[in-house]
């Protein structure tokens, strides 16, 4: 399909979910697939918390782990997944600033990073604009009470648009949820893109 205007595609994430990092994974490895398809995925952070409950440094149950490390292998994304529901409201928000300055995609690598192979814990608000250095990336401070208030109207847009866990690729107004296989995510959004080109989904 090269040649066609691209298709964006909102993708809601949160950084506490261990399947969103499997999703970020596969979906780099697929990179020449939506260049291909000139299909490009704008991610958007939300609270998961907000939207299904999840205790924030709560135990996670270990049938839920182990779910995610299935996950992870079926699709060669080794991961460990933390034993406790992360509090990733910060670094939500440290996304939304990176954003607004293009710099999302390098502020998303390094979290990734940070919290699944380095295994680091969730910072406080000096550790997080801390972090922000390493990619050469100035955070106020200041700047985090507003970003974290457009994390709780994108949460509430993200369930407004029947979100109900992440990640959830929006094909237009369709949400569809969780990872697949290449093969699986390819046909997807290939039958989504030419669709949406054809008018089939307005």
């Given at each position: 399909?090269?040649?066609?205007?691209?298709?964006?595609?909102?993708?809601?994430?949160?950084?506490?979910?261990?399947?969103?990092?499997?999703?970020?994974?596969?979906?780099?490895?697929?990179?020449?697939?939506?260049?291909?398809?000139?299909?490009?995925?704008?991610?958007?952070?939300?609270?998961?918390?907000?939207?299904?409950?999840y205790?924030?440094?709560?135990?996670?149950?270990?049938?839920?782990?182990?779910?995610a490390?299935?996950?992870?292998?079926?699709?060669?994304?080794?991961?460990?997944?933390?034993?406790?529901?992360?509090?990733?409201?910060?670094?939500?928000?440290?996304?939304?600033?990176?954003?607004?300055?293009?710099?999302?995609?390098?502020?998303?690598?390094?979290?990734?990073?940070?919290?699944?192979?380095?295994?680091?814990?969730?910072?406080?608000?000096?550790?997080?604009?801390?972090?922000?250095?390493?990619?050469?990336?100035?955070?106020?401070?200041?700047?985090?009470?507003?970003?974290?208030?457009?994390?709780?109207?994108?949460?509430?847009?993200?369930?407004?648009?029947?979100?109900?866990?992440?990640?959830?690729f929006m094909?237009?107004?369709?949400?569809f949820?969780?990872?697949?296989?290449?093969?699986?995510?390819?046909?997807?959004?290939?039958?989504?893109?030419?669709?949406?080109?054809?008018?089939?989904?307005?």
């Amino acid at each position: 399909m090269s040649g066609e205007a691209a298709l964006r595609v909102p993708v809601h994430y949160d950084f506490a979910s261990t399947i969103c990092y499997v999703a970020h994974r596969v979906m780099e490895r697929m990179a020449p697939t939506l260049q291909e398809l000139a299909i490009e995925l704008d991610w958007i952070p939300v609270d998961l918390t907000q939207i299904t409950g999840y205790g924030r440094g709560a135990a996670m149950p270990e049938l839920r782990r182990d779910n995610a490390r299935r996950i992870g292998a079926e699709l060669g994304v080794e991961v460990e997944p933390p034993p406790i529901w992360l509090d990733s409201r910060l670094l939500g928000a440290a996304a939304l600033i990176a954003r607004s300055r293009g710099r999302d995609a390098g502020w998303r690598e390094r979290v990734w990073t940070a919290l699944f192979e380095e295994r680091r814990e969730p910072p406080d608000l000096e550790g997080t604009v801390f972090m922000a250095r390493d990619l050469a990336l100035v955070l106020a401070p200041a700047e985090f009470e507003d970003a974290s208030i457009d994390l709780d109207a994108l949460t509430l847009a993200a369930v407004e648009a029947q979100v109900t866990g992440v990640p959830t690729f929006m094909l237009g107004r369709w949400p569809f949820g969780g990872i697949q296989s290449e093969e699986t995510m390819t046909h997807v959004l290939e039958r989504y893109a030419r669709r949406a080109r054809a008018g089939e989904l307005s």
